[in-house]
């Protein structure tokens, strides 16, 4: 079947402007993750959502960071007032549950100049 | 606290010999660890997984191995090739309580020269 999908694939954006990052998981996967890949680093663990329950969003670095999940599937990660610092490549990933193993997108690559 | 730690930023092997990754965790409670390899430009992809009740997993050139008392993974390839050359994060749940996400370690870059 399909797996994760990620759109856009690049985003090139001016320092101060709003972006807004979709996600399509696999389908029955309760689970959907965000992380952001900077370079040379690791991925750094943004946010998650497992079913119905409050996501974890221990991992986003500030209140610009916001993400949501409607109807279980499709996640929207939005960065408002983007700095240069948010260049990176986001991932979003997905699993049939919390703990087991995660597929990955592709990725966002964005930009901020 | 990081709970998974792959000290070793990057690794260079030839082709054909064995690639050797390593991977540390601190919390007793996990019972799963998988490898994930990364190329660029794409998302990680899973690549062998293992779970506590075992100490190895093979699976054609990739074995894990699992040290539990040292709390302690590593990936073997073997013989190493130029196309694995990416970087490889090591990844640990806890699987049985199933309360949290994979908690991954922030990668190896291996390169395999010929």
């Known amino acids: 079947g399909a797996g994760v999908s990620q759109s856009p694939s690049n985003k090139v954006t001016e320092k101060g402007k709003d972006v807004e990052l979709r996600c399509d998981p696999i389908s029955g996967h309760t689970a959907l993750y965000w992380y952001r890949q900077s370079l040379g680093q690791g991925l750094e663990f943004l946010i998650y959502f497992q079913g119905n329950s409050a996501p974890d969003k221990s991992g986003l670095p500030s209140d610009r960071f916001s993400a949501e999940r409607t109807g279980g599937s499709v996640s929207t990660l939005t960065i408002q007032r983007t700095q240069q610092e948010d260049s990176a490549v986001y991932l979003c990933a997905s699993s049939w549950d919390i703990s087991y193993e995660q597929y990955f997108g592709p990725g966002t690559r964005l930009t901020v100049t | 606290d990081q709970q998974v730690k792959q000290n070793s930023p990057s690794l260079s092997v030839q082709e054909g010999r064995i690639s050797i990754l390593n991977c540390d965790y601190t919390n007793s409670m996990f019972d799963y660890f998988l490898w994930y390899k990364k190329y660029p430009a794409e998302g990680p992809t899973f690549l062998i997984s293992?779970?506590?009740?075992?100490d190895k997993n093979e699976d054609g050139r990739f074995t894990v191995f699992l040290n539990k008392s040292a709390k302690h993974l590593s990936l073997h390839i073997v013989p190493s090739q130029p196309g694995d050359s990416a970087v490889y994060f090591c990844a640990a749940s806890a699987r049985s309580s199933n309360t949290d996400k994979l908690i991954f370690g922030t990668g190896t870059r291996l390169q395999v020269f010929p």
């Open positions: 293992i779970s506590s009740i075992k």
